[in-house]
């Protein structure tokens, strides 16, 4: 590839602004095109792969996939530039009921439904959709500079993948870890479908404790038990206490009346009854709650279904069938307090389980549904966790995973909707008998009958996207990619979805692999906003990434996020930072076109002078051995999942040490008439800079690709380019020891200037005291590079010196630094206006503690406005501290 197609005619000028929008535009587009993505398979190669957790195809950029798809892109970079058989698979997910959901909205915009189509129509206008509007998500994540083969997109509906699930399907039903059966299911009422246990989010909310007489049958007395949803007592087929409870003994033969029902129901003695909690007596309705279910069970306990999947009272509700269950609820505690029943209602929080995708609250209910049964599954998976096969990043989740693993309990994987894989299994109406197969069978197998009707339910969206490591590969053909790239190397995820897909896939990969689906895990924090509140539109703290892409381009928001990446469970994602590494962005580009200055006719080859650091003079020796340190802090990072400090080196090094210092300290040398020196900064200079653009193209892909291409010489892309390595002949602790030195006494001296408020352009006198010989021929050697950097007319270096008292001073290691400040500064008059700047600050301060103070304000505000509050006060104490230490210095100088 020429740079030289890619850019303006004059190759060797860079723009003085860094027009991100165009340049993000302009390499993505080359990028496709010369397919620099594709994946390799060349042999004797190590392989790097990672699939993309696939977005729901009806889903829209949001900050969690900026987050997640920029540390994919930035190990998939940096791996490729490794030199590694790199893969990264993307593709998206179908989404059964959302996407259903999106399109019978538009249905019941044109007043249809789905049943007014039929099942086949309706799937045909559903795979319209995903044609017209289902690539949205995938063109955004090409907005984040996503390295994805593009080529191997997959989606979890497309050929190649229902076959896989159809075959993982049939495989588990005839080892028997498939079956049908009724059980105790999460059913929501606007979803009209099942859902899997962690399908459902418990939300904290404010409810209502109950408490309700149930009498004796024999009218001897009563108990109360105590329920947060009085409307299945409807249900009720059994009061359960523990077998060793005395007070209930005499129960046994007598039974309890049920309220407004007129039945009476057994009493049952069960050890799953706490004696101790509320009156040690419990309602139980097998057919509406999954812990009564089990005791019915044990019990041979009558299921009685009292509502319908609508979320209404059914006709075995008696008086109340027809009300909604909330109303049936407002019903019947009226009903209860009318006849007396009602003990008394309590405030109460408590967990309500809600479906994921609409938030309905859930209701437990008996179906006949299809179920893995997933122990010896979990098994296999803990193992591997446990002999290290799988290894978890952070670490703390460990003990959360072997503790949901523990506890599994068998997958509900039936969904009653119609978009989705279709449970291959088929009922014989000839003679009953149930038949599954990867494809429809033309004649029953046990009587020959041809008429067979197959599920009408899909399976839950989770059991396709478990196979996603492998499926995606090709699976079950034995492709090269899957010889090549399986098991893939790191999955990359939220930790929400640790049990929806991670534990799964882990379970499906080992079980039909023999092996795990990838050898890392790491699970990213949750975005929230600075305050660490959860995003939401309603509470508008939402940031939309492709908003502040626009705003402050795809590499400042990279490396914000990457910059944020810390291991745990929560980022507090803040604006002003995506602007302040914009402008870390910008200290780059201008770095750049300074050093382009002075490279445009310099051969490349030069850098050949940056191999022997001996011969090379003191800054270029810690230059080198400052990026030759970055170089390792950064490759540890990436190896050990340590993104945050991946950005944080990069960081310190390209604003802190080469452009702060190295590059100020060689333009002595790049004006130069001594060619050796030219030379010398010329060849270290382009050296660094392209391992600072290697180093840091993974997090901003962009803008080193173009500040790359317009270095000298003709060059590939930098994708390609060999990532930094560490070169032990750069290494100086020596160089590094005097520089620390150096720039220590200049950030000293500095610093004085500053604190005392010499005016920039005046000039001042130093003296260092130095007792060390060693360290004083140092200073005396650079003694005019430290003149010229500190604005001094004279520099005295002595032994030991007597420090005056209207002197500035500082101390760095041993060295003392002095500067006289008599005449240089106006001390009435500065003096006067810190008098004034203090007034000011006590005032402002007065104002804001008061606010702080006023009960009303406090109750009323909102958190963010409080806390904004209260950041204002924080600063105006610490410029109040430094008025009072300004003041207090310049009294000295009186």
């Known amino acids: 590839m020429q740079a030289t197609n890619l850019n303006n005619p004059d190759k060797y000028d860079l723009p003085k602004a860094y027009e991100f929008s165009e340049v993000e535009q302009r390499w993505y587009t080359h990028w496709l095109e010369e397919k620099t993505f594709s994946a390799r398979m060349e042999e004797g190669r190590p392989s790097f792969s990672i699939v993309i957790p696939p977005p729901n195809v009806t889903g829209v950029l949001h900050i969690g996939h900026a987050l997640n798809n920029t540390l994919q892109d930035l190990l998939v970079r940096y791996h490729r530039m490794k030199g590694d058989n790199t893969l990264w698979v993307p593709g998206t997910d179908h989404a059964g009921i959302a996407t259903q959901n999106v399109v019978e909205r538009q249905l019941a915009s044109e007043q249809l439904s789905r049943h007014d189509l039929g099942r086949e129509r309706f799937i045909e206008r559903v795979w319209a959709w995903k044609e017209e509007k289902g690539g949205t998500i995938i063109n955004q994540l090409k907005r984040m500079g996503a390295s994805c083969d593009w080529d191997r997109e997959r989606f979890t509906m497309d050929e190649g993948l229902s076959k896989a699930v159809r075959e993982v399907f049939v495989r588990l039903y005839k080892e028997g870890l498939i079956y049908k059966g009724d059980y105790i299911v999460n059913w929501c009422p606007r979803c009209h479908t099942?859902?899997?246990?962690?399908?459902?989010?418990?939300?904290?909310?404010?409810?209502?404790?109950?408490?309700?007489?149930?009498?004796?049958?024999?009218?001897?007395?009563?108990?109360?038990?105590?329920?947060?949803?009085?409307?299945?007592?409807?249900?009720?087929?059994?009061?359960?206490?523990?077998?060793?409870?005395?007070?209930?003994?005499?129960?046994k033969t007598i039974g309890i009346s049920l309220p407004l029902t007129g039945r009476t129901i057994p009493v049952v003695f069960d050890h799953h009854v706490q004696r101790e909690f509320g009156t040690g007596a419990l309602k139980v309705t097998p057919a509406h709650d999954r812990d009564d279910y089990e005791i019915g069970l044990r019990h041979d306990l009558p299921r009685l279904k009292v509502m319908d999947d609508h979320g209404v009272m059914n006709s075995e509700a008696g008086s109340y069938a027809g009300l909604d269950r909330f109303a049936c609820r407002k019903q019947i505690v009226a009903d209860l307090q009318e006849q007396g029943f009602l003990d008394k209602i309590e405030d109460y929080q408590h967990a309500v389980g809600k479906c994921y995708r609409c938030s309905t609250v859930v209701e437990p209910t008996t179906s006949k549904q299809w179920f893995v049964s997933v122990r010896p599954l979990a098994d296999k998976a803990v193992a591997a966790v446990q002999e290290g096969r799988i290894k978890l990043y952070p670490n703390t989740w460990y003990r959360t995973f072997y503790a949901w693993m523990e506890n599994i309990r068998d997958w509900c994987i039936s969904r009653q909707i119609w978009w989705g894989h279709r449970i291959p299994a088929w009922t014989c109406e000839g003679c009953g008998q149930l038949v599954v197969e990867v494809s429809a069978p033309d004649a029953c197998p046990f009587c020959g009958s041809t008429t067979l009707h197959q599920e009408n339910d899909v399976l839950d969206t989770w059991f396709s996207s478990?196979?996603?490591?492998?499926?995606?590969?090709?699976?079950?053909?034995?492709?090269?990619?899957?010889?090549?790239?399986?098991?893939?190397?790191?999955?990359?995820?939220?930790?929400?979805?640790?049990?929806?897909?991670?534990?799964?896939?882990?379970?499906?990969?080992?079980?039909?692999?023999?092996?795990?689906?990838?050898?890392?895990?790491?699970?990213?924090?949750?975005?929230?906003?600075?305050?660490?509140?959860?995003?939401?539109?309603?509470?508008?703290?939402?940031?939309?990434?492709?908003?502040?892409?626009?705003?402050?381009?795809?590499?400042?928001?990279?490396?914000?996020?990457?910059?944020?990446?810390?291991?745990?469970?929560?980022?507090?994602?803040?604006?002003?930072?995506?602007?302040?590494?914009?402008?870390?962005?910008?200290?780059?580009?201008?770095?750049?076109?300074f050093a382009q200055m002075h490279l445009k006719e310099a051969d490349p080859a030069i850098t050949a002078l940056a191999a022997?650091?001996?011969?090379?003079?003191?800054?270029?020796?810690?230059?080198?051995?400052?990026?030759?340190?970055?170089?390792?802090?950064?490759?540890?990072?990436?190896?050990?999942?340590?993104?945050n400090e991946v950005a944080s080196a990069s960081y310190q090094f390209v604003w802190h040490e080469f452009c702060d210092w190295y590059l100020e300290w060689i333009k002595a040398d790049l004006f130069s008439d001594d060619a050796t020196a030219r030379d010398q900064a010329k060849a270290v200079l382009l050296t660094v800079l392209e391992q600072v653009l290697k180093l840091m193209h993974p997090i901003c892909p962009f803008v080193t690709e173009e500040i790359w291409s317009q270095l000298p010489g003709e060059r590939r892309t930098i994708m390609l380019e060999p990532f930094p390595e560490v070169n032990p002949a750069w290494e100086d602790a020596e160089a590094e020891t005097a520089m620390n030195l150096l720039m220590g006494v200049i950030s000293g001296l500095r610093t004085i200037r500053t604190e005392a408020e010499v005016h920039p352009s005046a000039k001042i006198e130093a003296q260092l005291i130095c007792p060390d010989a060693a360290k004083r021929q140092l200073l005396t050697d650079f003694a005019p590079g430290i003149q010229a950097m500190v604005r001094a007319s004279a520099l005295t270096i002595v032994t030991e010196a007597t420090v005056p008292d209207d002197a500035g001073h500082a101390l760095v290691?041993?060295?003392?630094?002095?500067?006289?400040?008599?005449?240089?500064?106006?001390?009435?008059?500065?003096?006067?206006?810190?008098?004034?700047?203090?007034?000011?600050?006590?005032?402002?301060?007065?104002?804001?503690?008061?606010?702080?103070?006023?009960?009303?304000?406090?109750?009323?505000?909102?958190?963010?406005?409080?806390?904004?509050?209260?950041?204002?006060?924080?600063?105006?104490?610490?410029?109040?501290?430094?008025?009072?230490?300004?003041?207090?210095?310049l009294n000295k100088l009186r």
């Open 466 to 593: 478990a196979l996603w490591p492998f499926s995606t590969l090709g699976w079950p053909e034995n492709t090269k990619e899957l010889a090549t790239f399986y098991p893939t190397s790191v999955l990359i995820t939220s930790f929400d979805i640790l049990f929806f897909w991670v534990a799964r896939m882990m379970m499906m990969g080992l079980h039909f692999m023999d092996e795990v689906p990838f050898h890392d895990v790491y699970l990213h924090a949750l975005v929230r906003d600075k305050f660490g509140k959860k995003m939401s539109k309603s509470t508008g703290n939402v940031i939309d990434p492709l908003v502040m892409i626009g705003q402050y381009g795809t590499d400042a928001f990279r490396f914000t996020l990457t910059a944020f990446a810390a291991q745990g469970r929560e980022i507090r994602m803040d604006e002003e930072r995506i602007d302040g590494y914009r402008r870390f962005i910008n200290k780059l580009w201008n770095a750049a076109r």
């Open 612 to 643: 022997d650091p001996e011969k090379l003079a003191l800054a270029h020796r810690w230059i080198l051995s400052r990026i030759n340190g970055t170089i390792a802090e950064v490759r540890a990072a990436l190896d050990g999942y340590n993104f």
């Open 813 to 889: 290691q041993d060295v003392e630094l002095v500067v006289p400040l008599k005449g240089l500064i106006d001390v009435v008059g500065e003096l006067d206006k810190l008098a004034r700047e203090r007034g000011k600050l006590e005032k402002e301060l007065e104002r804001i503690v008061a606010k702080l103070g006023n009960d009303k304000f406090m109750s009323n505000a909102p958190e963010a406005v409080v806390a904004k509050e209260r950041d204002k006060e924080a600063e105006i104490r610490a410029r109040l501290a430094k008025t009072i230490e300004s003041t207090e210095r």
């Open 194 to 251: 099942a859902l899997a246990d962690d399908e459902v989010e418990h939300d904290p909310t404010d409810g209502k404790l109950y408490h309700i007489r149930y009498p004796y049958a024999d009218g001897s007395g009563h108990v109360v038990v105590a329920t947060t949803r009085p409307e299945t007592m409807l249900g009720d087929t059994a009061v359960a206490v523990h077998p060793e409870d005395e007070r209930y003994q005499h129960l």
